[in-house]
């Protein structure tokens, strides 16, 4: 289970039950202390006694154990595992106590859905409404079908509403329909001889196995549309023969239950695996009556009394029962498509002693498997998916469409289009669902980058040994992924697009960044709604041609993206994704106009398909959020060195004077070294290790699949390396950052008094240029009072710096180090502590 899903679970559950507890703190706590450990009712024994212990907690417990039975029956899932957890519950007296309290009283809800009876009164409203309705226009009456038609749960294009011919002409039925019935009151049997009543009843009895009424045995009305057919026999046959008549009546009813499973089935709703499988059986349903049919030669040629047709019965009886028994268990479960042939693996499977029965289980099998095995076929070897019935178990959810996906590379093509509905999956084919989803995946890209696909659909059928569809699933696998592999590492360079995307991203292209910084360092620097893309873009064109990376064949790729918020809001925005706090991030929206083009500038990239797949929105945006923070840390450097080559000027400077700036370039030095020391540990620390064991990885893939994981690993590893999903330690960083760039603009503003100092006079231009940036205060030549109060700044912003700096390492040195999570981060930290001038020894002591 991923941690946002696991957050959701938590805070649902905590608004069900009113809980005022901190979601995070309880998700926390359950991924630390809560293993996967089997469940206590893995075995048989064990489960059935937690069955009868939980049902004697109940108020009722037959009432439980009926209702447990009969969904037990309907193979419902999740069963074990829902009545496991209830009786973890029945155990658990707090948890009892606490669903008390915040349970919603079924008495109140029942009553409130209830519709109130009709009364004299309101029969006049009844009537009148339906006067308007009939005197409705036909028009009206159409639109009205068609909502009607709208809101059914299924689709009138692939399923169209076809009533059963057995409701048409019931009269057609081979399951005792009450039109055909006989009265045979004529012939009564009660002074009739034991030998003469057996001549009637083998004759009668004929007829009831063929499904017809009879005259001393009468078929009752079914109860239910499932249940098993019952008979009524005359009282007065003698007892020996009725005896020997009930033993052979349940082949009747096992015909009976077969013959209503074939006539329903066999409708198109029901899909193309029941059709299979009424289909065969109303094959052996038809060698069935042939073999009443000898037997009727049999007695037609008076060689055939009770004793000899209940011997050559047996094996019908026998045969025909286990069929019953599947077509009631399909039927009280309702199962279409992979749900039938689980069933019919199970049979298969409890019949592993019994030749025969098995052998008539296969049979069945190998019947219904062949629809599904044609759509499995048609899937791994064409990519094409012919299920109109949803019967596959694999689901088409068309989120993304083709002409879409040059423009909109989400990854919900690869996550969500196509998808596993574990419900449908035979159990015969659990072990291989996952490589079936894929290689049909695999072919759909391909088939959509124009390629032809020559691949012979192969034949797939059912056997005991599953090694004969096995084999051909995953030869078919193989080559799907090798081809789209082939596609994307080969003719599409993979690895040559993602070392591009390093270049730009992860500032793996120097000499451009430091042109582009440059170049646009003044265009950054202003609000970003006074911020001009164009300009950006043009800037950016001729940092590509004036550096290295003009020999990038990908380079035209490269665009200027221009956020409405910082990188700090983003992560925060994503790591409180299903969380208390998201709330307030949606709705916080008013700081755009707070921004400057620093803060909201990030690259972007132009992908298209197949490529798509792996460099998607998603992998994109963790490339530009981890450019983000290498970009600001390398803005803020470069401010540094700006405020460091400024302050060469003092060396003319008084003696006297010159002293009180000793502080403030202890301070940029300190500051140069902390954020320099930050990008040595992302850029040389993090990203180029973790570069080179991708690269590694990724030269020993077998498809398309561990091509994704690989890369998500990279940017995973990279964005925690990073300090990037760490909210505190980031917020941390940019405080620090943020007072580096305060402390340069104070300095910028004392470079007026180095100007003068060294040229006797300040230029009008200078002035005029940064009195508009908001640069320069005061211009007059600096006094006492003046130094006193530069002295004053310049010592609040060491304290200031030196106060988060001291939070970062502690904030590094709290977290975990049993865990290799963040073994990288204590290098940082030994990096850090010499930051802090002449304190690294009292931290260290500490």
């Known amino acids: 289970m991923s941690e946002f899903k696991l957050h959701h679970l938590v805070k649902e559950l905590l608004t069900l039950t009113n809980s005022k507890a901190n979601p995070e703190e309880l998700a926390d706590y359950l991924e630390k202390h809560i293993t996967r450990a089997p469940l206590a009712s893995s075995s048989q024994i064990g489960y059935q006694n937690e069955v009868h212990e939980f049902a004697e907690s109940c108020s009722n417990p037959q009432a439980f154990l009926s209702k447990y039975e009969e969904l037990k029956q309907k193979n419902v899932d999740c069963l074990s595992g829902y009545v496991h957890l209830m009786y973890l519950i029945s155990q658990d ?200 049919t000898q037997i009727e030669t049999e007695f037609r040629s008076e060689n055939l009394n009770l004793h000899k047709m209940w011997f050559y019965l047996q094996n019908k009886i026998h045969s025909l029962g286990i069929i019953s028994n599947i077509a009631t268990t399909i039927n009280k479960s309702d199962s279409i498509g992979g749900k039938v042939l689980s069933l019919l693996h199970e049979q298969i499977s409890g019949f592993s002693g019994d030749y025969k029965a098995q052998n008539l289980c296969v049979q069945l099998m190998q019947a219904a498997c062949v629809p599904y095995m044609k759509m499995l076929g048609m899937w791994i070897y064409k990519g094409i998916i012919t299920d109109p019935i949803k019967e596959f178990l694999v689901e088409d959810n068309e989120v993304v469409q083709k002409e879409d996906m040059p423009i909109d590379y989400s990854a919900d093509y690869w996550d969500k289009k196509y998808t596993v509905r574990r419900e449908r999956i035979p159990a015969f084919l659990e072990p291989v669902s996952d490589i079936i989803l894929r290689a049909g995946k695999y072919l759909n890209v391909i088939r959509q980058c124009g390629k032809t696909l020559n691949h012979k659909v192969e034949t797939i059928e059912y056997k005991l040994e599953e090694k004969h569809y096995i084999e051909a699933i995953e030869n078919a696998y193989k080559i799907a992924s090798q081809t789209l592999l082939d596609l994307v590492m080969k003719e599409q360079d993979l690895v040559g697009r993602l070392k591009s ?56 790729d490269l665009r200027i993206e221009l956020l409405p918020y910082d990188l700090q809001f983003q992560m925060f925005k994503i790591l409180s994704i299903q969380t208390m706090s998201e709330q307030e991030y949606c709705m916080n929206s008013d700081f755009q106009n707070e921004l400057y083009g620093i803060q909201s500038f990030t690259f972007s990239y132009e992908v298209r398909w197949p490529l798509s797949l792996i460099l998607n929105r998603r992998s994109l945006s963790c490339y530009q959020m981890i450019f983000r923070h290498l970009f600001y840390c390398k803005y803020v450097e470069r401010m540094l060195c700006q405020v460091w080559r400024a302050n060469k000027v003092t060396k003319k400077f008084a003696e006297h004077t010159a002293k009180q700036y000793r502080f403030a370039f202890a301070l940029r030095q300190r500051m140069i070294q902390c954020v320099q020391n930050l990008e040595y540990h992302m850029m040389v620390e993090v990203i180029e290790p973790h570069w080179s064991s991708f690269l590694h990885n990724i030269a020993k893939v077998n498809n398309v699949d561990e091509v994704l994981t690989c890369h998500c690993d990279f940017l995973v590893a990279c964005l925690r390396d990073c300090m990037l999903t760490i909210p505190n330690l980031l917020e941390v960083i940019t405080n620090i950052l943020t007072i580096c760039i305060s402390f340069c603009k104070f300095m910028q503003q004392a470079q007026l008094h180095y100007l003068e100092a060294e040229l006797g006079i300040v230029p009008q231009s200078y002035i005029d240029t940064h009195m508009l940036q908001g640069e320069l205060g005061v211009c007059e030549i600096p006094d006492e009072t003046q130094m006193a109060t530069f002295s004053e700044n310049i010592a609040a912003f060491d304290e200031q710096f030196t106060k988060h700096l001291l939070d970062l390492l502690g904030l590094i040195n709290g977290l975990n180090r049993d865990s290799s999570d963040h073994e990288r981060l204590f290098n940082l930290l030994y990096r850090i502590v010499f930051c802090l001038g002449d304190k690294p020894e009292t931290w260290l002591n500490n």
């Open 501 to 556: 995307v390093k270049h730009y991203f992860l500032l793996d292209q120097g000499d451009f960044i430091v042109t582009f910084l440059s170049l646009c360092e003044k265009e950054l620097s202003k609000n970003i709604n006074d911020v001009i893309q164009a300009r950006l873009d043009s800037l950016m064109d001729l940092a590509l041609r004036l550096s290295s990376a003009t020999n990038d064949p990908y380079k035209d």
């Open 93 to 292: 007296a707090p948890g009892k106590e606490l669903l008390s309290k915040t349970c919603i009283n079924p008495t109140i809800s029942s009553s409130t859905s209830l519709v109130s009876p009709l009364t004299l009164t309101d029969l006049p409203t009844v009537k009148n409404k339906l006067k308007k309705a009939i005197t409705m226009p036909s028009a009206t009456c159409v639109n009205l079908n068609r909502q009607i038609l709208n809101t059914t749960g299924l689709p009138t294009a692939t399923t169209p509403s076809m009533n059963s011919w057995v409701q048409r002409r019931p009269t057609m039925s081979w399951d005792f329909s009450r039109s055909t019935m006989q009265i045979c009151g004529t012939n009564p049997i009660t002074n009739i001889p034991p030998s003469s009543q057996e001549s009637m009843l083998i004759e009668d009895l004929l007829n009831i196995l063929m499904g017809l009424p009879g005259c001393y045995i009468e078929a009752l009305d079914l109860k239910g549309p499932y249940d098993n057919r019952e008979f009524a026999i005359n009282e007065n046959i003698d007892p020996p023969l009725k005896g020997l008549i009930k033993q052979i009546l349940p082949l009747a009813s096992h015909y009976s239950i077969i013959q209503r499973f074939i006539e329903e089935k066999m409708r198109f709703e029901y899909g193309q695996v029941n059709n299979a499988l009424a289909e065969c059986m109303s094959g052996l349903v038809v060698e069935y009556m042939l073999f009443l």
